[in-house]
């Protein structure tokens, strides 16, 4: 069956602008997370929705959102860009909520100049 | 604050020998451990995982060990393999849904 899903693959955009990054999950995974990989970072949680709720948020300020879709695919979105959100975003899809499993898309790289 | 921790940001080992990836945590909540391959540009690929009930598990060549008391897990790779050159994160969660802490990597170099 199909993986995860990301598109586009590749970003770039100027600072100050709004991005919309897009995740298909797995078919049948109702649950999608967000992370960001930043260098020397490891991959840090933005979100997790769960049958088009948020269950879980990270430490991230309020420019990064997101929302889910009665067909699981999920959105995230960035605005007002600064150059720190230079980063590869990585989207997660599990069948359930017991966090016991994860698969991971190929990530959209997003270059802020 | 860094929960789960990967002291060893790189590793080379000869092929065919043992490959010791190491991983610490912080948090006594955490009961579910996950270890990641990654390539560049690339996302993620599972491994193998362990819950908190065990202390062992194993899946072909990779076998993931527990110590809660020390709170470290570590990943085996036996033998070693040149497709195996990759970063591996290990990663947790706290049973309060799919949030997953990761460490910052380990890239593994296996020398053929």
């Not at chain 1, 020397?40 to 949680?45: A, D, E, I, V």
């Not at chain 1, 980063?87 to 959209?108: I, P, R």
């Not at chain 2, 709170?71 to 049973?95: E, M, T």
Request: charged share 15%; net charge positive.
């Amino acid at each position: 069956k199909a993986g995860v899903t990301q598109t586009p693959r590749y970003l770039i955009k100027t600072r100050g602008q709004q991005v919309t990054l897009s995740c298909s999950p797995i078919s049948g995974h109702r649950s999608v997370s967000w992370y960001q990989q930043t260098p020397g970072q490891g991959l840090q949680f933005l979100f997790e929705y769960f049958s088009e709720t948020q269950r879980n948020k990270g430490n991230f300020p309020g420019r990064f959102s997101g929302r889910q879709f009665s067909n699981s695919r999920s959105e995230m979105n960035v605005s007002t860009l600064e150059l720190g959100d230079s980063a590869l975003y990585l989207c997660a899809s599990s069948l359930d909520a017991l966090g016991t499993e994860a698969f991971f898309g190929q990530g959209t790289r997003l270059t802020v100049v | 604050d860094q929960q789960v921790k990967q002291n060893s940001p790189s590793l080379s080992v000869q092929e065919g020998r043992i490959s010791i990836l190491n991983c610490d945590y912080t948090n006594s909540m955490f009961d579910y451990f996950l270890w990641y391959k990654k390539y560049p540009a690339e996302g993620p690929t599972f491994l193998i995982s362990i819950s908190s009930i065990k202390d062992k598990n194993e899946d072909g060549r990779f076998t993931v060990f527990l110590n809660k008391s020390a709170k470290h897990l570590s990943l085996h790779i036996v033998p070693s393999q040149p497709g195996d050159s990759a970063v591996y994160f290990c990663a947790a969660s706290a049973n309060t849904g799919n949030q997953f802490y990761f460490g910052t990597g380990t890239s593994l170099t296996v020398i053929p």
